[in-house]
Nanobody, 126 residues
Framework: QLHLVESGGGLVRLGGSLRLSCEDS????????VGWFRQAPGKEREGVSC??????????FYTDSVKGRFTISRDNAKNTASLQMNDLKPEDTAVYSC?????????????????WGQGTQVTVSS
């Protein structure tokens, strides 16, 4: 059974970096695609990135605003998925959550996900 927990959030200055991790204590994450989402105060939740499992070649997807700055990855041996965030901007400030689904697909931002973590706060100061 999926049980997702995020870590790695914090306060960073403009241009800084953070690495978020999503761990599944149920040890089944390797069978799922993992999506990262964020929600800023007063805004709708936004899909940030998604990585498929090995059945789908670990394909990756990114929203346009983070391409070239964020990198999603997974380590099945550690039962985790990560989001490396570089060159952070104040507009990246949000609560970031990971979620698991059978696959990403072209509709990864809006598809139904099986489980969600509780979220971790990322704050970028200018």
């Amino acid at each position: 059974q999926l049980h997702l927990v995020e870590s790695g959030g914090g306060l960073v200055r403009l241009g800084g970096s953070l690495r978020l991790s999503c761990e599944d204590s149920g040890f089944t994450l390797r069978y799922y695609a993992v999506g990262w989402f964020r929600q800023a105060p007063g805004k709708e939740r936004e899909g940030v990135s998604c990585i498929n499992n090995s059945d789908h070649n670990n394909d990756t997807f990114y929203t346009d605003s983070v391409k070239g700055r964020f990198t999603i990855s997974r380590d099945n041996a550690k039962n985790t998925a990560s989001l490396q965030m570089n060159d952070l901007k104040p507009e990246d400030t949000a609560v970031y959550s990971c979620a698991a689904a059978p696959y990403c697909g072209s509709n990864w931002k809006r598809r139904e996900y099986n489980a969600w973590g509780q979220g971790t706060q990322v704050t970028v100061s200018s």
